[in-house]
DNA sequence: CATAGTTCCGTAAACGTTTACGGTGGCCGA
DNA sequence: TCGGCCACCGTAAACGTTTACGGAACTATG
């Protein structure tokens, strides 16, 4: 005599009414209910997953997909860590499990997500690391999974996302380092076609062209973004004949790969060249300091896990107006690294 | 009609047949067996997981708990993230499921821990950031469930642990730097009791007695492990009237904060203090570059798969001679942060 | 030919839940 | 008194598997 049953005949009542006293039914009456719920907690039991899973066909388990070893992400990845803290904290209201589902790096993540949804494993999964075009919008929606994304794609199936605020950041940079004289700027963006970073260079374009300045197609870097890719950018831009007074880093990591390329080649950030990029744990110990966007990621988290849930039916009564599609704002910190300024 | 059912009646045999035929037993025909695999392929039937756990009690789910959040771990997490990449090309094999089981910051790892036991969620477990006094270890030999640590810990249960070469890099560190003339010699040790970073202090103060020198004490310099512990390192040991000629950094990451801990004071690592410490691809980009240990963690995760696949009675015999406790051994990599040397 | 053994397959129970359905008893109003 | 309603509870089916058991057909052995 096992579980339920067990419980069930310890109180000398039928295993119905302990489930429905356990899943607050209301067509229980609270006294038993309050016996049921002491017992539960003195013979310590806790309700099989399996069971549940196979008779409700829902397995209360949500899946953070991210990858792994690939250097796509790069984020340092205490970046999705902080992220996911946030997640978490909303699912543990509602007694939803979060896992992370790390898909490696020798493994096709569209593979590695079928197998996830094939397997029954989630009830809703959270995407990371979106791609411009990514066929896996498409085969959740067609399988009616619910899912948010963080990053955008031009893979629109409605699916509510929240993503970097690359038109904010790149006006404010912009604005900023034109007023202070520079008129040369060069900026980064991811070397595939990750999330939408083009956003960042059109908006950059556009806030230039406000100020009557152009984006030289030559101050365009693609970078890998981790500390190679900045370190490869630094080379690349230094080498250049008539080089850039500024630029924006607009990866969270690359920035202490391009300190490291301007040093080896006796500059100094925020003297030779105007930096702004973004502010990481590992940024605070770049010196001259960086003047970057900083951002609240266990907030993003948070706002993830209830964009989530507002669009699965069962939850969706607790957050009537969560906002499904939003870009995360950040604000600016003001280092040295853009000290540099020309004269007017 | 879903499910094994309808892919028994669809080739018109029983259900019990085509169970056995997909899950490979050998009292099936195996002409039958091929149409069953052919049927299954072409109606994409996979297998209800709550059903089978249901009935078997099992969930072919391992569990990679990892603390997130706290700077406990520290690693800059891409060290975890390799190390489990090396554990999911292993489970692969056996149709595991490897996910990560991301402990908040916010929660205590053994409730934690214990909720996810409860709930049934996994079939075998592995674990970081082990303590020098680690409750889960008992709690989960009490409940016989099978796990494996990354770190040793002084609560011996008997489970396989693999770990760093802690002794061996503080062998080789110290009769580096007396070869070099250094008899200062300051080292840094885990700032509380994680894992069993008091070993590398044992070891260094063993080795430099073969060396006829002692370990001062006030050279033992307990840190986070992160770039602000290494800052925070680089601060104290600066202060100090006759500082150390060398130091050891055992943890990945805190060579970053120290080295910008110097060059705020205007010294140079590699010609004022000598450095070893451990790689990591941030190291990668410190000048001047970093002597240290370095370590393949992919094949860190494959042991430790192994190492658990062992104990697990359904796999243990894929693995006969797995090594269940092993110290991780790790090369040097030599840089031109212990260029300085004293005169003999 | 009788017997024993082997190979393969079908039957049905079991895993632990949830929940539709129906039933009992009490209360109330007509 | 009766019918109806309500609050509460028990019964049993269902979810999709796996597997012990037994049986049928066939082969080998004497």
């Known amino acids: 005599m096992t579980g339920i049953r067990r419980l069930a005949q310890h109180l ?4 119905g009414t302990v489930s429905r006293a356990l899943n607050g039914r209301p067509d229980v009456n609270e ?9 539960a907690a003195e013979l310590g039991y806790v309700p099989n997953q399996s069971g549940r899973s196979l008779r409700q066909g829902t397995t209360n388990i949500i899946g953070f997909m991210m990858q792994t070893g690939t250097e796509i992400t790069g984020q340092g990845d205490t970046f999705f860590m902080s992220v996911f803290d946030g997640v978490q904290t909303v699912f543990a209201r509602h007694h939803l499990d979060l896992v992370a589902l790390l898909c490696s790096s020798e493994e096709d993540p569209d593979d590695y997500l079928r197998r996830v949804v094939a397997r029954g494993f989630a009830d809703g999964l959270i995407l990371s690391a979106t791609q411009r075009h990514d066929p896996r919008f498409e085969f959740l929606a067609k399988r009616k999974i ?3 994304t963080l990053g955008r794609s031009l893979t629109d199936v409605g699916q509510p996302w929240l993503d970097l605020d690359f038109e904010g950041m790149a006006q404010t940079s912009i604005d900023r ?10 900026v980064t963006r991811p070397h595939d076609d990750i999330n939408l970073g083009h956003l960042f260079v059109d908006q950059s374009a556009r806030a230039l062209a406000a100020h009557g300045l152009t984006l030289d197609p030559d101050l365009v870097f693609s970078s890998k973004p981790n500390e ?8 690349q831009l230094l080498a250049m004949k008539d080089r850039p007074t500024a630029i924006l ?14 040093s080896e080649a006796g500059l100094k950030p925020g003297r030779d060249i105007a930096i702004i990029g973004r502010q990481s744990p590992q940024s605070h110990f770049l010196s001259p300091s960086l003047t970057g966007f900083t951002l609240s990621r266990r907030d993003l988290g948070i706002a993830l896990a209830e964009a989530l849930l507002a669009t699965m039916p069962a939850f969706s009564h607790f957050y009537p107006d969560a906002e499904l599609r939003k870009v ?6 003001e280092g040295e690294s853009d000290a540099f300024s020309l004269p007017a």
Chains 1, 2 share one sequence.
Do not use: C
């Open 146 to 148: 619910p899912f948010v």
């Open 12 to 15: 000398d009542i039928s295993i």
């Open 177 to 186: 380092l034109v007023a202070k004289g520079h008129h040369r700027i060069a």
């Open 328 to 333: 995360w704002s950040e604000d600016l910190v």
């Open 249 to 262: 880093l607009v990866n969270e990591t690359i920035a202490i790969g391009f300190y490291r390329g301007m």
């Open 31 to 39: 006294e038993t209910r309050r016996k049921v719920l002491e017992a």
């Open 228 to 235: 190679a890719g900045g370190y490869h950018v630094a080379q």
